[in-house]
């Protein structure tokens, strides 16, 4: 955070609005839409005959400060702007769960898998399962706004399986014979938090490094997958 409010500090002679070519009052989705329409015109593979290092630059810079809320807001304020924020932090608020001392090990192992690893498990099949096919149907034409529109429904759709997930994991304590198959989801879960975010940058920049990361993420998440598969397996077998 610091290193981004330094960077806007030595550059406020640079108007950010104007190089993204947007209102002073553009909420977050017309600041995203604008970037990468910007990138699209200036990226190499479109422009080969232009040396647009500097414009690429200025636009990367721009979207870093006005994309993030709190640096967006230290920028207007060195621009003497005043309006309403432009967007609000949410919170996922959980209720604390009891546990139940008076179930045996089975009976914990029944409930945790019941109520966390199998809806867990069903979430990740329509996140990981489904890459694949996205990024055949983008390669088509990833300058395609229909395309990528597709694509990014897709993140957000894994996004949201993504925060399920998490509140699955937390709503009941492994038992103590499931550590381990605990252990895979949440570095499963980890690869695709990861995962997402790089896809997400694709959309922004369409950088082919970020597109190929977030598929080893992805293998990084199927590998998790099925080692907690495998691990419940010789669980419930023993």
């Not at 139940?100 to 329509?126: A, M, S």
């Not at 429904?153 to 304590?173: H, L, M, N, T, W």
């Not at 550590?179 to 790089?198: F, K, P, V």
Request: glycine share 4%; aromatic share 10%; with cysteine.
């Amino acid at each position: 955070m610091a290193r981004t409010s330094d960077r806007t500090t030595n550059t406020q002679q640079v108007n950010h609005y104007k190089t993204l070519r947007i209102s002073y009052n553009a909420n977050p989705a017309e600041v995203k839409s604008a970037y990468r329409g910007l990138v699209k015109e200036f990226h190499p593979d479109c422009n080969h005959h232009l040396d647009n290092h500097d414009d690429i630059a200025s636009i990367n810079l721009a979207y870093e400060v006005l994309s993030n809320p709190q640096a967006r807001a230290h920028y207007d304020r060195s621009l003497g702007i005043k309006h309403s924020p432009h967007s609000s932090s949410q919170g996922v608020k959980r209720s604390p769960t009891k546990r139940e001392t008076h179930l045996n090990e089975d009976q914990k192992i029944d409930r945790w898998c019941k109520q966390v690893y199998e809806p867990i498990l069903d979430l990740l099949e329509g996140i990981i399962d489904s890459l694949d096919e996205q990024i055949d149907a983008l390669a088509d034409d990833p300058y395609d706004d229909g395309l990528m529109e597709d694509f990014e429904d897709y993140i957000d759709e894994c996004r949201g399986s993504y925060a399920k997930a998490q509140i699955f994991f937390r709503a009941v304590p492994n038992p103590a014979s499931a550590a381990g198959i605990a252990s895979y989801l949440y570095h499963c879960l980890n690869a695709i938090s990861d995962g997402i975010e790089e896809l997400n940058y694709f959309t922004l920049n369409f950088d082919d490094h970020h597109l190929h990361t977030g598929q080893e993420l992805w293998r990084r998440a199927e590998e998790m997958r099925y080692y907690a598969q495998r691990a419940m397996q010789n669980l419930q077998t023993s």
